[in-house]
């Protein structure tokens, strides 16, 4: 039975996918689909190479690329590691040959010369292929379907993955409210400042029981001058002392002298006057003589005369030893109450000295103990503080990571829905070209191939 040809040129394409190390999807376009089981030689057809970006899904069957129509004649159909372009049109003449034209005849295949006019070549089937090419076509078909399934399971895999990672770290997709980070940054600064103001006062004080020491020092340098000058006085008045001493010694002995003088001197005028009145009673003479002197009263007035000057003599140097003495004693009196008053204050000072040296020392080992931990609170602080903003770097680091991974994500999504969507499309406007060259064996469509990007 003959068979009434009709010539469908059609634009076959098939895709090879190679990984490349700077992770990209290289992806080779040679139109060899139908050129092989007509005996065609694959290597006498051009080859394109294009460069897309990498897939988010394995390419485990053959590879999957994304391929675009430059014109609005064109229809794409992509899968299963193959690609084939319908155009209707006549063919261009390019600087490649143009592509190879395939259609539908009474069993006889040709195809055009790569240097020639491509409207005038192409390949034609006869309708016994037709069962055998829908057979393709729908095993095709059902593994466009069977990816689309198994990019859909592995998008809602991703989606979970997604959705644990944001449960389990506590992401959102909402920048992350660090203000809480702020407000415990400020009660640190307020117990930094509290911290500085005590350390402050510490130092004031410290200031001031320095002054109060240098005032204290000072007064005990005087009190010790005015201790050393009554010292002086007290070491230049023995002296005197010892002279005073010595001249009433020297007023005592005279004193006693001049008592053994006055009673020599009785018992001498006693004995001459026991002799005489011996002599008187022995002899009896009688004397005419004048009324001559009294010598009673002689001796009574020179008695009176000697008594009275020794008495003066005696009060003039019993009141000048009386006055010397009193004098003497109110001077050793007054020095002895300013020494023992410089002794007490003395004593006073130096019971209070080590007193005070042991609260200076106690102040310089607060103070010390006061800036070493003052030091370490602000280490402590300022390494609170760095893990604080590393920390916040880190979760930002990472919440900008996810973000930029979910919009990948995302945009792959789409891609892949896009891809799902035009696929469909091809799959629906390659069953009505088909239905319709078997509906209508009798019309001819003259299908133009697309010209190549790179021509």
Same mark, same amino acid.
């Given at each position: ?21 700077? *992770? ?6 040679? &139109? ?12 006498? &057809? ?12 394995? &390419? ?216 005489? $009145? ?17 010598? $009673? ?139 319709? *060259? ?18």
């Amino acid at each position: 039975m003959a068979s009434y040809a009709r010539h469908i040129p059609v634009n076959v394409r098939r895709n090879r996918v190679n990984l490349g190390s700077d *992770g990209k999807s290289r992806i080779s376009s040679a &139109f060899s689909t139908h050129c092989t089981s007509s005996g065609l030689d694959r290597s006498s &057809f051009p080859c394109q190479s294009h460069i897309v970006d990498r897939s988010p899904f394995d &390419f485990a069957n053959g590879g999957q690329g994304t391929f675009s129509s430059r014109s609005c004649s064109s229809v794409l159909m992509s899968g299963g590691g193959y690609g084939r372009r319908m155009s209707t049109g006549s063919c261009l003449n390019g600087s490649h040959g143009g592509y190879p034209l395939l259609g539908y005849g009474d069993g006889q295949v040709f195809t055009g010369g790569l240097g020639g006019v491509p409207s005038t070549c192409g390949i034609i089937f006869s309708s016994t292929d037709e069962k055998v090419l829908m057979q393709n076509l729908n095993d095709r078909l059902g593994n466009y379907i069977d990816k689309v399934r198994c990019l859909e399971k592995e998008n809602a895999a991703l989606e979970s993955q997604i959705s644990d990672f944001c449960l389990k770290h506590g992401l959102t997709g909402e920048m992350k409210d660090h203000s809480h980070f702020y407000q415990q940054i400020e009660e640190l600064k307020k117990q930094v400042f509290v911290a500085n103001l005590e350390n402050n006062k510490i130092l004031l004080k410290i200031d001031n029981n320095h002054m109060d020491l240098e005032d204290l020092r000072k007064k005990y340098e005087t009190e010790y001058v005015i201790r050393e000058n009554v010292e002086a006085d007290v070491n230049g008045l023995r002296p005197v002392l010892k002279e005073l001493t010595g001249y009433k010694a020297d007023l005592k002995a005279e004193l006693n002298s001049l008592k053994e003088e006055i009673c020599d001197l009785k018992k001498t005028h006693e004995k001459d006057l026991n002799c005489r $009145k011996k002599r008187s009673h022995g002899s009896n003479k009688e004397v005419s003589i004048g009324p001559g002197t009294d010598l $009673k009263q002689m001796l009574k007035e020179m008695r009176q005369k000697y008594e009275a000057k020794i008495e003066s003599n005696r009060k003039e140097v019993v009141q000048r030893y009386e006055d010397k003495l009193k004098e003497m004693n109110l001077n050793v009196n007054n020095s002895s109450q300013d020494i023992e008053d410089g002794n007490h204050k003395v004593l006073d000072l130096k019971c209070k000295l080590p007193a005070l040296e042991i609260d200076l020392q106690a102040q310089y080992n607060m103070r010390d103990t006061l800036k070493v931990c003052l030091a370490e609170i602000e280490c402590h602080f300022q390494t609170q503080l760095g893990e604080m903003q590393e920390q916040i770097s880190n979760m930002e680091h990472q919440l900008a990571e996810l973000h930029l991974e979910m919009e990948t994500q995302d945009q792959e999504y789409k891609g892949l829905v896009d891809v799902k969507k035009r696929l469909e499309q091809e799959i629906q406007t390659y069953s009505s070209l088909l239905k319709e *060259g078997q509906n209508d064996p009798s019309s001819t469509i003259d299908m133009q191939p697309e010209r190549s990007p790179l021509a």
